[in-house]
Each structure stands twice: as C-alpha cells, then as structure tokens.
C-alpha cells in the first residue's frame, strides 16, 4: 500500500530552526509537495521537489532523496505565525496526490 | 495567479437538506478539479476527482449519490451534500489541478448539519 509518515506534533523555539521529516512508500513519484494549514483554513503551498536536493526559498527550505524516500521541510528564524500543520503530500504514479496525516507545529515563545 | 474560491466558506442547514458547495477556479482553466474533506485534527481525505465534461470518480467508501458532483466548465466544479446528516458536518476543500502538478486549494466551506 501507498503510505506516508511525519511525525504528529513538534514543539520549537521562536527564533529557532525546526525540520519536520517526511518518510514515504507510494506506487509511483512525480514529486513531493510540502503544504501549510493554519487551523480552520485550507492548505496553502511551500514547496514542490521533482528532483533531489535541496530547494530554498526564504525562511523555508525543503529536501528530497528519492532513493530513500525521505523529505524533509526547513523552518528557520521561527516566527509566531509558524504555528501551523505542516503537510507532507506525494504525487504517485497516476497523479494522485497521497497525503501525510501532518505534522502539528508549536511556536514557543 | 491561480486563485480558488469556494462558496459559501460557512454553512448551517437542517438534517435531512440538502446543501451546494461551488468551487471556481479564477484566472485559470482546470480540467481536473478535487473535493476533500477534512474532520478536525485529521488529514485531508480525497473524496472524489472531477475532470470537466465527465462523471466524477469517487473515492472508496464515498456514496455518490449522496455527495453529488459536478463539473459542468472549465472553471467551475460544484458539490452537493443531498439529505444532509450531522455526521456530514466537516470542512469541505476543493482543489484545481494545474496541468499535471500543483494543486491549488480553496478556502474551504465548513459545513454544520444541525
């Protein structure tokens, strides 16, 4: 079966930096997004890896290594505004996206 | 660009009406549109793919005749919830599909069924 995992929740520092690991098992790869859901909203998009290595963009930064099956998303200089479900999502075979169940992040001040 | 919208983003209805979920997708065409739905603290579940001009598939698990789909442009994909229940109560996403990569999402509709 297609299978996804990130862990459930992590606690951060503002001002710190946090990566959230996402291991994945799926019939297929067209690419790996990361997504942001602030509680009660819809996901809004970070990040896309098609390729391995690391993609920067700002503060957030994401990684791929296809032939292990890992990403994960960079979170630097950590801001209140950071608190927010991360989603892990992969595009399989069929270009269906298969969903991570997500990874609850907790701003500490 | 590719802006979603979805109306209305809150709806309370009675047991057993029904309820119509629209999504557009704004400065883009979207020939395959997705609805989600989301309990609290749960991942997105898919629950069906809508391409435009054709019947959507549905998701395992998910009655189609109850959670009616359509797709009738290219800019626009509706949902209908027929003889809603309270257990239909959920956030309801949709999301258009750019080419064959990033999915762009809507703001949501949060359904309560009372």
């Known amino acids: 079966g297609q299978n996804i995992d990130q862990p459930t929740e992590m606690t951060a520092t503002e001002g710190a930096i946090v990566q959230i690991n996402c291991t994945y098992q799926?019939?297929?790869?067209?690419?790996l997004f990361w997504y942001q859901q602030h509680a009660g909203e819809a996901p809004t998009f970070l990040s896309y890896?098609?390729l391995d290595g690391l993609e920067e963009k700002g503060r957030f930064s994401s990684f791929l290594s296809r032939s292990k099956g890992y990403s994960y998303l960079l979170l630097k200089e950590l801001q209140m505004k950071d608190s927010a479900s991360y989603l892990c999502?992969?595009?399989?075979?069929?270009?269906?996206?298969?969903w991570g169940a997500g990874t609850k992040l907790i701003i500490k001040p | 660009g590719a802006v979603v919208s979805q109306h209305p983003s809150w709806v309370i209805c009675k047991s057993g009406t029904s309820v119509k979920i629209e999504c557009r997708s704004l400065?883009?065409?979207?020939?395959?549109m997705f609805w989600y739905r989301q309990f609290p603290k749960q991942s997105l579940m898919l629950m069906a793919t809508?391409?435009?001009?054709?019947?959507?598939?549905?998701e395992q698990g998910v009655e189609k005749d109850k959670f009616l789909i359509n797709h009738a442009s290219l800019t626009l994909s509706t949902l209908t919830v027929t003889s809603a229940h309270p257990e239909d109560s959920s956030f309801y996403i949709c999301?258009?599909?750019?080419?064959?990569?990033?999915?762009?999402f809507g703001p949501g509709t949060r359904l309560t069924v009372t």
């Open positions: 999301s258009a599909r750019v080419g064959d990569r990033e999915q762009y």
């Open positions: 400065d883009f065409q979207a020939t395959t």
């Open positions: 809508s391409n435009e001009g054709s019947k959507a598939t549905y």
């Open positions: 799926t019939s297929g790869f067209n690419g």
């Open positions: 890896n098609v």
């Open positions: 999502a992969v595009l399989d075979s069929n270009y269906q996206l298969i």
